[in-house]
């Protein structure tokens, strides 16, 4: 019989993150991290706000197809009256909509997986991609996240997750900065208020 031999020294492996929550409210800070990474964040205080806001920015950016492939999205949408004119698919869309599964403060990442409807396609090969969020999935750290994650999905955690800190980049071509190449050239992301 073997005995696994004890660690010298327990609280030094990995018991607590490197990274401290900052004083910061949550909000602000994935705004700060997401916007540095070219991404753009817009605050809701509610449903309304949310469709007042799409509505100004699709009218201003003369965005006519989009998809959406998400009842919850489609369903505020339509109470509202905003005139969905839904992309047949995401090859011939202005944008596509979706939601996110958290959103990791530290990092500015929108975490999305393989459950969402169309969650391995709908947030990369659209030229813009609008992610809908709420406050209650907004957490510090990619651990956390991932807590969330073994949380909503405890017995069949999604096949694919994926992390996504704004719009597409590279710097393979020459050194250069390039935006857009392997997925969105715009990201927005609008954190709607769940607090009350």
Same mark, same amino acid.
């Given at each position: 019989?073997?005995? $696994?031999?004890?660690?010298? %020294? ?20 994935f705004a700060e991290e997401f916007t540095k990474l070219q ?27 989009? %998809? ?27 944008? $596509? ?50 807590n969330l994650m073994k949380q909503k999905y405890p017995t069949?955690?999604? $096949? ?34 769940? $607090?009350?």
């Amino acid at each position: 019989m073997t005995e $696994s031999t004890p660690i010298p %020294f327990p609280q030094s492996e990995g018991n607590s993150s490197v990274y401290r929550p900052a004083a910061d409210e949550l909000e602000l800070k994935f705004a700060e991290e997401f916007t540095k990474l070219q991404g753009k964040f817009v605050f809701c205080l509610d449903d309304a706000e949310l469709v007042a806001r799409f509505i100004n920015l699709f009218q201003g950016k003369q965005w006519t197809k989009i %998809f959406c492939s998400e009842k919850s999205l489609e369903k505020i949408m339509h109470v509202s009256g905003f005139p969905l004119n839904p992309a047949q698919s995401l090859a011939d869309c202005d944008i $596509s909509v979706t939601t996110c599964e958290a959103l990791v403060a530290r990092t500015g990442t929108i975490v999305l997986s393989s459950a969402q409807p169309n969650g391995r396609t709908a947030s990369v090969y659209a030229p813009v991609h609008v992610c809908v969020a709420y406050t209650d999935q907004l957490v510090y750290d990619v651990k956390d996240a991932m807590n969330l994650m073994k949380q909503k999905y405890p017995t069949n955690i999604p $096949s694919q997750i994926t992390f996504a800190s704004g719009p597409s980049r590279t710097a393979d071509i020459e050194k250069t900065l390039v935006v857009g190449v392997h997925g969105p050239k715009e990201v927005y992301v609008f954190l709607v208020d769940r $607090s009350v």
